[in-house]
């Protein structure tokens, strides 16, 4: 079963800087999508940033980019020049395409990197 | 702006009592996803559908909790009778099948359920 590991349950970073946060999964599968979702106090769960396994280029969402490391199994996020907005919950997740007689549409997350700003 | 909207946004009930949870779906977007949200297990998938068809529901107590999509814009999460561990903010989700689509969830607000 596939599995989606966050390490870090908390991390700062003071405003304007940068910051990384970790996810690794363990899957025996070649083809999959990875996210990050968002979710601040309001409770809303935002996509922030999709990877599809077979390309090798990382996605980059504006001040959002992704570090996928196929091989290592591993997709960080990186926040650049963060804002106060950015402090939330976040989320990397994981999602297996499948024929589609057989999809599996479910999605497996982690337990979550809560991220407070530093003004 | 489509989006999922979930009611109640909130409730409070005593233990004991029935909870009706309702989802509607983006219109046109035929998978629809309950999710549990706690302190302790993070995000547990419930149960989900496909064209209203429930395809799994593993996750979800089958004695207390039951889901169901009466129609194309309407689901429902019930849990009769309701316990004080069902405390948590239920999400709901839907999307838009398709071959290789990446298929994004769009969650709704959620209802957080506090059992007394």
């Known amino acids: 079963a596939q599995t989606v590991t966050q390490s870090q349950p908390e991390m700062s970073v003071q405003e304007a800087e940068t910051v990384t946060l970790s996810c690794t999964y363990d899957t025996s599968e070649s083809d999959y999508y990875l996210f990050w979702y968002k979710q601040p106090p309001s409770r809303q769960m935002i996509l922030v940033i999709r990877q599809e396994a077979y390309k090798q280029q990382n996605a980059t969402e504006n001040r959002f980019s992704v570090n996928f490391q196929k091989a290592a199994k591993s997709f960080s996020l990186k926040i650049s020049d963060s804002q106060l907005g950015d402090a939330a919950m976040y989320f990397c997740?994981?999602?297996?395409?499948?024929?589609?007689?057989?999809?599996?549409?479910?999605?497996?997350f982690g337990k979550g990197t809560r991220l407070h700003i530093l003004p | 702006d489509a989006r999922v909207t979930q009611t109640p946004r909130d409730k409070v009930t005593e233990m004991g009592q029935e909870v009706t949870m309702r989802c509607q779906p983006i219109?046109?977007?035929?998978?629809v996803f309950w999710y549990r949200q706690t302190m302790m297990q993070g995000l547990e998938l419930l149960a989900y559908f496909r064209n209203r068809a429930p395809l799994d529901d593993s996750g979800m107590p089958k004695d207390r909790f039951s889901a169901e999509m009466p129609d194309a814009t309407l689901a429902t999460l019930k849990i009769q009778p309701s316990e004080p561990r069902d405390s948590a903010v239920y999400f709901c989700?839907?999307?838009?099948?398709?071959?290789?689509?990446?298929?994004?969830?769009?969650f709704g607000p959620g209802t957080r359920l506090t059992v007394l």
């Open positions: 989700a839907s999307g838009l099948d398709g071959d290789r689509a990446y298929n994004e969830q769009f």
């Open positions: 219109l046109g977007h035929n998978t």
């Open positions: 997740a994981y999602r297996s395409p499948r024929p589609y007689m057989n999809r599996d549409d479910k999605i497996i």
